[in-house]
């Protein structure tokens, strides 16, 4: 995996341990206050009908049943008065270890996924450098229909990069493919890998000289020209000068 992937990756598991360790912390530290807040409430009571009196339990209480049955499930009575039932602490620390373990098997599949991700891309890499080295012995026509067949994403092709194709493809083909990718990054700058650069060699003067009128006519704004200059006829860069220079 690249570098910038690695870390999108790392941020993502940051992101979700810190999310599961916040719940968890969060549900001990309430279970905790309401307790210590019942606790504090229940110091100076003498019977346990007075329970209903404690502004922490809603409802009326009209017996010594009734009252026991609204007594918070972490509060236990005892001879000595009232102490804290830890069982739902311990809830709280078993919900957190869930958490956690949650958060680790997402990790442990991210992980998983992106291996087999980078395989795959490996895979791809491998067999078109297969391919590649058979582009010389096919024809031009041949070559044409692998090239379209790479641009309207067939899934046989996939992993070919159009580029490979270039220097076997005609200057029609090459023009064609040129002009998508001028007006595509028009739109879109950098949408397809500014894949119009690298048509530049292999594209014929009359291809490059429209673009040229194009620009000097305040079109293709978003178009790195300069990347363009050295295959350019010094007619095309003279007039791209005095383009600029009258802006």
Do not use: W
């Not at 509060?75 to 102490?83: L, P, S, Y």
Request: with cysteine; glycine share 4%.
């Amino acid at each position: 995996m690249c570098n910038e992937e690695n870390k999108e990756f790392q941020d993502e598991i940051k992101e979700k341990l810190q999310d599961a360790v916040e719940e968890a912390e969060e549900m001990i530290r309430d279970a905790v206050e309401d307790a210590q807040e019942i606790l504090e409430d229940a110091e100076d009571l003498e019977d346990l009908d007075d329970l209903k009196d404690l502004e922490h339990l809603d409802g009326d209480v009209e017996d010594s049943d009734d009252a026991e049955a609204t007594i918070p499930r972490f509060i236990r009575r005892t001879a000595n008065g009232f102490e804290v039932d830890t069982s739902e602490i311990e809830k709280a620390f078993v919900a957190f270890g869930e958490k956690i373990s949650e958060a680790v098997n997402s990790v442990q599949k991210g992980v998983q996924d992106s291996l087999n991700a980078a395989q795959d891309r490996a895979n791809q890499r491998r067999k078109a450098d297969r391919l590649a080295k058979m582009l010389p012995f096919l024809d031009e026509a041949e070559i044409h229909e692998i090239a379209e067949k790479v641009l309207a994403g067939d899934e046989a092709y996939k992993g070919i990069d159009i580029a490979s194709l270039m220097p076997f493809m005609s200057k029609e083909d090459c023009g064609v493919l040129f002009e998508k990718s001028l007006e595509a990054n028009d739109k879109e700058p950098g949408v397809d890998g500014k894949l119009y650069l690298k048509c530049v060699p292999y594209v014929d003067e009359a291809a490059l000289s429209k673009l040229v009128d194009r620009y000097v006519e305040g079109g293709f704004e978003n178009i790195r020209m300069d990347n363009i200059y050295p295959y350019l006829s010094s007619a095309d860069v003279k007039r791209i000068f005095y383009y600029e220079l009258n802006k």
